[in-house]
């Protein structure tokens, strides 16, 4: 073959490789794996404000805040201790899902938690084997309040104990609506009878006056809530409200059987009557968890979730903890999210968790989306977990040796080497 042809076919490939390269590692810039944060986490509570996400999740001894510019990459987050309890009070142990929530009417951010007066905590396999009477039943709810408008420059002073009638109640959240009603309701995770031991644990509905009071309580039982065999493995927990952004319909998503086995899911109910505070007003759907282990990927116990939307607001988000060591019980959990979709009926349309790589977030470092809820899971091919500034400087240097290998062979091919 001649040399200046031989040159060119080779400067042609050269191009070529370089070029695919380029768009692989220009693709791995735009994707994440799960999880999103190092380490053990559950009970993730996001909120997006301003040009930051906020998050809070169990750490058992304190509140602390994350602040992070990005949705899906939580490794190098700033992080705040919003709150260290004092001993000897009756919120110094055992601190469960916290949420921040601004109040539009106080101009203040509340951050609502469970805690314990004592570390009353059996072992994992006597509490999976025992039955109502076992310990950990002194949970109580309370709320921190914000020094200003500002969730990270203010301080969080510990504010009071929720009125949650003296009995067992955990992850509690405010809804600062129900819009059919125009008021503030509390939603915990606790016991409807007098007697805590003598039925699995439900969700509860309260009035909300102000971060602190509670007047009124209503529960939704046994009859609006499906149950496993075993009612001692069948709790209700980890309320959140949903809301669909094309239709405002109100769901109530909760987590569903035990938070340290890989049967962990969520369940669904949707608002279909006036008042929020009556059972009936609620639809219950029946046909199973609409989110749930998923062996194929290695992915168990998924529930606790809360719900925001990308940088854009085009697309919306589950946050979320699961398991890839079930077996390592609640310290197996970590902390994941997934983009979401709605169905034709409004209901909200979850993928099966997996670890992914995923697309960006639409609004995320440039990443694109039409926000119409039909784009699915969004699942992209396999990469190795690298910082976006870290290969988006890959690129520029892969530019800069293309650059100069293809002016040095068609320098070459002009010389008539």
């Not at 110094?92 to 203040?108: G, M, N, T, V």
């Not at 970590?334 to 993928?351: A, E, L, V, Y």
């Not at 040095?408 to 010389?415: E, H, N, P």
Request: proline share 7%; glycine share 8%; with cysteine.
């Amino acid at each position: 073959m001649n040399p200046r042809a031989s040159l060119f076919v080779l400067a042609l490939y050269f191009f070529q490789l370089c070029i695919a390269k380029r768009s692989k590692l220009a693709s791995q810039a735009s994707t994440y794996t799960n999880p999103i944060l190092d380490g053990v986490g559950a009970d993730p509570w996001v909120v997006h404000h301003g040009d930051s996400y906020y998050m809070t999740y169990t750490t058992h001894d304190n509140i602390t805040i994350l602040r992070s510019n990005t949705l899906t990459d939580w490794h190098d987050a700033e992080t705040k201790l919003a709150f260290s309890p004092p001993p000897d009070t009756e919120y110094s142990y055992s601190l469960w899902a916290p949420e921040l929530h601004f109040f539009d009417e106080l101009d203040r951010w509340y951050i609502i938690f469970t805690a314990d007066v004592d570390p009353d905590h059996p072992s994992p396999m006597q509490d999976m084997l025992c039955d109502f009477t076992c310990p950990a039943i002194n949970h109580r709810m309370f709320v921190l309040e914000s020094t200003g408008s500002d969730p990270w420059m203010s301080n969080y002073t510990f504010k009071s104990q929720l009125d949650t009638f003296d009995q067992f109640a955990i992850d509690g959240t405010a809804i600062p609506y129900l819009l059919v009603l125009a008021r503030q309701v509390h939603i915990l995770a606790g016991y409807a009878m007098h007697h805590p031991h003598d039925q699995p644990m439900d969700c509860v509905f309260s009035n909300i006056r102000t971060p602190d009071y509670l007047p009124t309580r209503s529960a939704l039982g046994k009859d609006s809530y499906g149950r496993t065999v075993n009612d001692r493995l069948s709790s209700n927990e980890g309320p959140q409200q949903l809301t669909n952004p094309h239709t405002g319909q109100q769901f109530l998503i909760y987590s569903a059987a035990r938070s340290d086995n890989r049967n962990y899911c969520l369940g669904q109910l949707e608002l279909t009557g006036q008042d929020p505070m009556n059972p009936a007003s609620w639809t219950k759907f029946t046909r199973g968890c609409i989110f749930q282990e998923n062996p194929a990927a290695q992915v168990y116990g998924v529930g606790h979730a809360s719900f925001t939307t990308s940088p854009d607001d085009k697309e919306n988000w589950i946050i979320y903890h699961g398991m890839h060591d079930f077996e390592q019980g609640w310290d197996a959990r970590s902390i994941r999210t997934q983009h979401f979709t709605w169905n034709k009926d409004g209901s909200p349309r979850f993928p099966k968790p997996a670890v992914g790589p995923f697309a960006f977030p639409s609004g995320q470092d440039g990443a694109s989306g039409d926000g119409s809820g039909s784009t699915g899971p969004r699942e992209t091919g396999r990469r190795e977990r690298l910082g976006s500034t870290g290969l988006q400087k890959g690129l520029s240097l892969l530019d800069d040796i293309l650059s100069k290998k293809v002016e040095w062979l068609y320098s070459k091919i002009r010389a008539g080497v």
